[in-house]
Structures are given as C-alpha cells and as structure tokens.
C-alpha cells in the first residue's frame, strides 16, 4: 500500500468513526489533515536541480505540522528510490552538496533533523507523535 493509500485509508478511518461518535451523540472539534511529505525534509528547486536538503524541514511543512493533534510520519520507501524515480538531484547537508550519498546514512541525517524539530515544536500534551519508518510491505527491498 502506498504513503497515499494509507492516508486515504486513514482519513476514511478517521471519518467514519467521528461520524459514528456525533450521530451517536457525541462531537469533537477535529480537523483532519493528510499532507504527503514522503522524505520528511527539505527539496529546494535550483537551477542546478533539485536538492535534498538532509537539515531543513520546509517552512510549509513546519507551519503545516505545527499545533496539529496528531502527526503520523511514514518514510523510508522514498529513500530507496534511484534514477528517474529519485526526487531530487543532488544531497545538500550544510555547506557541502553530494551528487549522492549512502541511503542509510542521508535516512539517519534527515530523522535527526526531524527529531530535533518535533523536540523544538511539538508539545507533547497536546501533540501525539507516530512513526513508522519502513513498511512490511516493503521489507523485501532489504532481502
């Protein structure tokens, strides 16, 4: 299943128990989001291509993500990807850019600057946090 059907399954999810809970007489004041960002950081448009940016969250993004009751990430599969399936065409991390780079190791780069903007912008009493970062159904891609 991918990052798109499972939002949509989440989103169907989501709705028909809310639906359920009003007409059963209970409301709650949800709003629900689904916003794909499948590398979880940054790609900035240049007019030498497309950089991955393994230190930034795209100010979108951040503003998208901040307040929200519940964030659900899921990535990993985007990172595998090669060639013209590659969204981007260089890797940026600070001041020095990669034509590429292990994919373990931009992965492990990109989930800290991630980490570390939860930790920054997320409060936690308001805020549920989920990850999931590589799906059963794309296991085999390690085999």
């Known amino acids: 299943m991918d990052a798109f059907a499972v939002g949509a399954t989440l989103v169907l999810l989501v709705h028909y128990v809310l639906h359920q809970e009003v007409h059963g007489g209970l409301e709650y004041n949800v709003k629900l989001l689904f ?5 979880i950081v ?22 998208l ?15 595998v990807h090669t060639g013209r399936k590659q969204p981007w ?7 020095e850019t990669y034509k590429d ?16 903007w939860v930790d920054s912008n997320v409060d936690s009493n308001k805020t549920k946090v989920f990850f999931q970062g590589v799906s059963p159904d794309h296991s085999k891609q390690f085999r």
């Open 89 to 95: 065409n260089f890797i940026q991390v600070g001041n």
């Open 101 to 116: 780079m292990d994919r373990l190791v931009a992965y492990e780069k990109a989930l800290n600057t991630w980490a570390t």
């Open 65 to 79: 993500w901040s307040g929200v009751d519940v964030l659900i990430f899921n990535t990993w599969h985007w990172w």
């Open 42 to 63: 940054n790609i900035v448009r240049t007019p030498y291509g497309r950089i991955l940016k393994l230190d930034s969250i795209s100010t979108q993004d951040d503003k």
């Open 35 to 39: 916003s794909r960002n499948a590398l």
